[in-house]
């Protein structure tokens, strides 16, 4: 454990000298003609949190500045509820539901995998993580202005920075807003670990996550998320010097509304990989490597369903029509992948299974979160229905195509119905379709489409670059980890079960 440490150490330390100096870089200029994108989670640039110190500034013949905008309460209780779910949405959610998926003498190596690797990526968030993800720098990467969360709040003082909602005028603390998306990093990490149960060392568990997290979620979350925010758009003129401070991806103008590329794409892929360098499980193809608690899974399942609420409906940032919207897409959604998952199931196997409803109810959920607030309530029903046949497939049919030991269908759930969703937004965000449109004008907030065929070709766009991007980091960080640590467990520690051997303990008692 002390070369463990010592080797973190060292790659921190380089991951700080190399993003400090990438940061300095000048933003990539943006297409004469990008479209914003209406639904992608912003903050307040760090240099505008506090308005009011540039009207002190200001010379005494100058008009008095505008008061700076006070974040409605209802709109801080709802965020910070939605927070909170996000966070049940890991731990336990995710926790039991992967638990009851393995063997049970792999149940507690999951469930501190989990536990673990949530808070050790809220800490890389809070140090650096929030900051390259959310605050200028370039078109692929932010910079180091918010190191430590610094300039978020000035506590003795009781002063508060403020972050952009997708309303002019109006605001939540920035505060609030790098803790929700905290969540978010955290539980994109965590998916990860279903790909890898059962063989993976702890210690590569805890290498990787650091190195992933730094150099694919963040700058997937700033490409994709990261803008100036609707109050910055206050003259024509400003407009493309504004975009071109953006992230890459939404500069394109690609929907994502709550992380179908940067969480479920982003995160899939790289389980695929992870199983492909890992390898196969001992037995795998050979014997029976069933689940020890579908009880714990359908737990996990429900929990996992109520806590997405927060997840998708809490990323419109506001108590609005917007969160209501996502907030009954994501129920109906979920529900549709559940009876279309299990239909199949039973017309294909002739008998619908516990675990087919609870993985056509993760699914909908996935496939449902980049149109959660982009589509209406058609949409919500084929997003749905397809995310449960198209993902049944994802599990066997493609999954013996693949040939790779995705040990709880990582791949096969949350990057393929992550992809699906996505390009379906393209299509059911058109308001013939029933869907909401997307701001064509931030100057006026004026709402508007182009064609389905243009968005789709954007979204997918936007897929290939996820794909891509998650893929060469997972398996170049997978290949420094296992020159450090190694990645793998022993054959005799793996068929003993990782309970005991790598933590010395039981999930239950005999």
């Not at 870089?25 to 009011?52: G, H, L, N, Q, Y």
């Not at 010097?241 to 890459?248: S, V």
């Not at 500069?251 to 492909?276: K, S």
């Not at 046949?389 to 040990?407: I, N, P, Q, R, Y």
């Amino acid at each position: 454990m002390k070369k463990l440490f010592v080797h973190l150490a060292i790659v921190l330390c380089s991951i700080f000298f190399a993003l400090s100096t990438h940061a300095q870089a000048p933003a990539t200029p943006a297409p004469a003609a990008a479209p914003a994108a209406a639904v992608a989670p912003a903050v307040a640039p760090a240099s505008d949190a506090k308005p009011e110190a540039k009207a002190d500034a200001a010379p005494s013949a100058a008009p008095a500045a505008a008061p700076a905008p006070v974040p409605n309460k209802a709109d801080v209780t709802w965020m910070l509820l939605c927070t909170a779910l996000v966070l049940l949405m890991s731990i336990p959610a995710l926790a039991l539901f992967y638990g009851g998926l393995v063997r049970q003498k792999n149940m507690l190596s999951v469930l501190m995998q989990v536990f673990v690797t949530f808070s050790l990526v809220t800490v890389l968030w809070v140090i650096y993580g929030y900051s390259l993800a959310f605050t200028e720098g370039n078109a692929f990467i932010g910079s180091l202005d918010r190191l430590f969360l610094k300039g978020i709040a000035d506590v003795p003082k009781g002063e508060f920075a403020m972050a952009a909602t997708f309303s002019k005028g109006v605001v939540i603390p920035e505060m609030l807003f790098a803790a929700f998306q905290a969540t978010f990093a955290a539980i994109t990490c965590c998916l990860i670990l279903g790909s890898v149960a059962e063989r993976m060392k702890f210690a590569a568990v805890l290498l990787f996550v650091v190195l992933w997290f730094t150099f694919s979620y963040t700058p997937i979350a700033h490409m994709v998320w990261f803008w100036m925010g609707p109050d910055a758009y206050s003259d024509p003129k400003l407009v493309d010097g504004l975009n071109a401070k953006a992230g890459y991806i939404w500069q394109m103008g690609a929907l994502d509304f709550a992380g179908g590329t940067v969480v479920h794409i982003n995160a899939g892929v790289a389980g695929l990989v992870a199983a492909y360098m890992l390898g196969k499980r001992l037995g795998y193809g050979k014997e029976a490597l069933t689940p020890h608690s579908l009880t714990m899974t359908m737990i996990g399942a429900s929990l996992l369903w109520f806590g997405w609420f927060g997840f998708n409906a809490g990323s419109a940032l506001e108590a609005n029509n917007t969160a209501v919207l996502a907030f009954m897409n994501t129920f109906l959604a979920t529900a549709c992948a559940v009876l279309s998952w299990i239909f199949a199931e039973w017309l294909l196997k002739g008998k619908p299974s516990m675990l087919g409803a609870a993985s056509g109810a993760v699914a909908g959920l996935v496939a449902i979160t980049p149109a959660a607030g982009n589509v209406g309530i058609p949409g919500a029903f084929v997003i749905g229905t397809a995310a449960g046949l198209v993902c049944l497939w994802g599990v066997t049919g493609l999954k013996k195509l693949l040939k790779a030991d995705d040990s709880l269908d990582v791949f096969g759930v949350h990057a393929v119905g992550g992809i699906l969703g996505a390009l379906l937004t393209g299509v059911f965000v058109s308001p013939d379709l029933g869907g909401p449109g997307f701001v064509t004008d931030w100057v006026k907030a004026s709402v508007g489409f182009t064609s389905i065929g243009e968005q789709v070709m954007i979204q997918a766009k936007a897929v290939g670059i996820a794909v891509v991007w998650s893929a060469v980091v997972t398996a170049l960080s997978l290949f420094i980890v296992k020159m450090i640590v190694g990645l793998r467990v022993s054959e005799e520690d793996e068929r003993e079960g990782l309970d005991i051997t790598a933590h010395g303990e039981t999930a239950y008692n005999k």
